[in-house]
């Protein structure tokens, strides 16, 4: 499936050393020495050539590239990979995926309870405007994401602040135990680095960061220019400057039958495709190098359909008065001292509750939603022949998924996802009809627009729904507007693509859910007129599945220490809930191929910040672009 959103999308893109960042040329030489056999596809090791410019072919651009950054942009893979060129991370991860790797951080480490992360910066580093990176940086970097009305949401559950040590030392106070955090500082948009400038709103100009190449031009959907950044900090392992390359550009083409055309064509050197039937015609192109993360070592991201479990729009939302004065919100009295009122703890909890309207596609209060009754999800699971969907829209490239993990994952174990049984599945939308005297079942799934292979999902998730008595309706729209959909909660179902990585703890955010009854001071959100046990989704649990069990699980896995049995007894269970509440209709795992044309070279070539140590790169459906050169 191609990337209807990623959900690396503006925070992630995984397990650190417990005593915190592996350094380069200590424990990860040994790790990474069976690279040298990777001189297989896209590394190189003869001397670079110099100049030239590198155009690549993505699936989509970022809304707005005044605001692109790590605190307030939203990224998908095609934005992490235009991030690469603007923007340096903390850290990076080891080419096996187990260790993190110093780039702008040199070091991280934990106090013994995983609760503050002490972060050592690297020195002489400056952005392309010649100010220095600093501590400074840092924190302000923290402070505008977590004032993001995106941004922030995702990492308030997370981070409880960034605070000062010395010019060039920073602590991450965190507000549960993490032990696996670092991992955070380099596979989550908020490891990414900008200068301060572009945080006011005001700001104009063009994002400034201290990557290896600054921007020329940028024609937002279209195309971005890069020029090289004549005093780019990193240099390669023989100590020559980078990057090798005179510039960048990354062509927006959503299509994906346009983008291999595009390639074989040479409009484009390189580009990054998710549709298995794609990748396999890549194969047989001539003249063009293919490498995907079929084998990686990072769980891949998951195909599915997101389904609104609740009904409602976005719950956390309302809670916070975001969608005031129609909904006013509990946190405005709270904030105050004052008691809620319980009509607005009630409006908070189902006041928003409607469906997508098919005949205008707004959020309808008016109308009554179907997702959120489990039986009708069960049927839908059960409705989608997942073994179809991967041969037809796939071409069988990957796998099947039944979870959140593949099963080579230590943190799997059969989760109990409903099998294929239409007869059943229509035995339970038949028994719903009933109970709610109602003729149809029916809801709207969002697509991206522009894109052929969309569509033709869309026409089997229709054909197979169908069958069992549920109709549906696509609501088709550029991607960014997709995204703001489910952000808001203004949605039924979605084609999705999301989790994965190298370490499951970056997914906490979307799991995550807070006790409504709970005052504020223990870490709910003080609704103390709700029922006893009521859980409310965190902002940025798209699906709005919230169930203690969940949370306890989740807990229990980022305290736990990394690789322990605990904590991967506590993933199974997240995983085998999932299969009980369905906030997901897993369909197969999410193949990241990249394609060069032959004059392409060390593209598969990634490294720490000495400029030695290989990192992973490709990660998923990010590349690094310092050490790539044309021949």
Not at 310 to 320: H, I
Not at 339 to 354: F, K, N, R, Y
């Given at each position: 499936m191609s990337s209807a959103f990623d959900r690396r999308s503006f925070l992630t893109h995984s397990a650190a050393t417990i005593g915190g960042v592996a350094m380069a040329g200590s424990i990860v030489d040994d790790l990474l020495a069976s690279s040298a056999s990777a001189a297989a596809i896209g590394v190189n090791s003869g001397k670079p050539k110099r100049g030239g410019?590198?155009?690549?072919?993505l699936l989509s651009d970022v809304p707005n590239y005044h605001i692109f950054n790590g605190s307030q942009g939203k990224l998908d893979a095609s934005g992490f990979c235009v991030a690469n060129a603007l923007y340096d991370p903390l850290f990076v991860m080891s080419a096996n995926g187990k260790v993190a790797l110093p780039f702008l951080a040199l070091s991280a480490t934990p106090n013994k309870t995983y609760t503050a992360w002490t972060i050592a910066l690297r020195q002489g580093v400056n952005f392309t405007n010649g100010d220095p990176f600093n501590a400074d940086i840092v924190v302000a970097n923290y402070t505008a994401a977590n004032a993001d009305p995106t941004v922030g949401l995702a990492i308030k559950p997370i981070i409880a602040s960034v605070t000062k040590v010395d010019s060039y030392t920073v602590q991450y106070n965190m507000v549960i135990p993490f032990s696996a955090f670092p991992v955070s500082l380099a596979e989550q948009q908020i490891a990414y680095m900008a200068h301060p400038s572009s945080f006011v709103s005001t700001y104009t100009g063009n994002p400034v960061g201290t990557g290896p190449f600054k921007v020329k031009s940028w024609q937002v959907g279209v195309e971005s220019q890069f020029v090289k950044n004549a005093g780019y900090w990193?240099?390669?392992s023989h100590a020559r400057a980078l990057p090798y390359l005179s510039g960048v550009n990354f062509k927006t083409i959503p299509d994906d039958n346009a983008r291999n055309q595009a390639l074989q064509a040479g409009n484009v050197d390189m580009i990054l495709q998710q549709n298995g039937v794609q990748i396999a015609q890549l194969r047989k192109m001539k003249k063009v190098k293919l490498v995907t993360d079929i084998a990686a070592p990072r769980d891949p991201s998951l195909n599915c359909l997101i389904l609104n479990t609740?009904?409602?729009?976005?719950?956390?939302?309302?809670?916070?008065g975001e969608f005031a004065p129609s909904v006013p919100g509990t946190l405005p009295y709270l904030?105050?001292?004052?008691?809620?009122?319980?009509?607005?703890?009630?409006?908070?909890?189902?006041?928003?509750?409607?469906?997508v309207n098919p005949s205008n596609f707004q959020w309808d209060t008016t109308l009554k939603p179907v997702l959120n009754d489990v039986n009708i999800r069960r049927a839908l699971a059960m409705a989608i022949n997942r073994s179809t969907y991967f041969k037809v829209i796939d071409n069988n490239i990957g796998l099947l998924a039944d979870g959140i993990f593949r099963k080579s994952s230590p943190n799997y174990k059969n989760p109990g996802y409903p099998a294929y049984n239409p007869t059943k599945a229509k035995a339970l939308v038949d028994a719903y009809k009933t109970a709610n005297n109602v003729s149809t079942v029916s809801f709207v799934i969002d697509i991206v627009a522009g894109s052929s292979s969309e569509t033709e999902r869309f026409s089997l998730f229709q054909q197979e729904f169908a069958k069992i008595g549920v109709s549906v309706t696509s609501r088709s729209s550029v991607q960014s507007t997709l995204i703001n959909n489910v952000i808001y909660g203004e949605y039924d179902c979605a084609t999705w693509n999301q989790f994965g990585g190298v370490d499951p703890s970056v997914n906490y955010v979307w799991f995550d859910s807070q006790s409504a009854t709970a005052g504020l001071a223990a870490g709910g959100l003080g609704m103390s007129g709700l029922p006893a046990g009521t859980q409310i989704a965190g902002a940025v649990n798209f699906a709005h599945q919230a169930d203690p069990v969940v949370e306890s699980a989740l807990l229990a896995a980022l305290a736990a220490k990394p690789g322990s049995a605990a904590q991967h007894t506590a993933w199974q269970t997240v995983n085998r809930r999932f299969s009980a509440l369905i906030p997901y209709l897993f369909l197969d795992t999410l193949v990241n191929a990249w394609a060069a044309r032959s004059n392409v070279q060390n593209w598969v070539s990634g490294t720490a910040g000495d400029g030695t140590t290989r990192c992973l790169s490709p990660d998923g459906g990010s590349a690094r672009w310092d050490q790539i050169w044309k021949s």
């Open positions: 410019t590198l155009t690549v072919g990193k240099t390669d609740t009904g409602t729009m976005n719950q956390y939302f309302a809670w916070a904030l105050k001292g004052q008691a809620p009122p319980l009509q607005v703890q009630e409006a908070d909890w189902v006041g928003t509750m409607g469906a």
